[in-house]
């Protein structure tokens, strides 16, 4: 998330825009989580909400609900998705290529 929200700091005037969504059908459940969340990752600029499990969004972006996927990471622009992302590592390699994702999106 910090990388998310580093990335769209910086990126001001290109007006990039990032948001965590957590699935969860009684989201007042993590409402503690994601305050404790965003307070670690300074995330300032990106809201941090929860969506049911069945909202019409979780399948027009098809995100996978099986418990083994611990993450989706969408980017995209004018409604147009041009990466995702599926159990993305906080590593080098796996943040490297989020960075690739929103260096193409705002060029």
Do not use: C
């Amino acid at each position: 998330m910090k990388v998310l929200n580093d990335a769209v700091q910086a990126r001001k005037d290109k007006e990039l825009k990032a948001f965590v969504m957590f699935v969860d059908a009684n989201g007042k459940d993590l409402e503690p989580t994601i305050l404790r969340l965003a307070e670690k990752t300074g995330a300032k600029d990106m809201p941090i909400t929860t969506i049911a499990p069945d909202n019409r969004a979780i399948r027009s972006y098809k995100v996978n609900l099986d418990p083994e996927v611990k993450n989706t990471v969408i980017v995209y622009i004018k409604k147009r998705v041009t990466d995702k992302f599926v159990n993305l590592k906080a590593d080098e390699k796996g943040l490297g290529e989020l960075k690739a994702a929103i260096d193409k999106v705002t060029q």
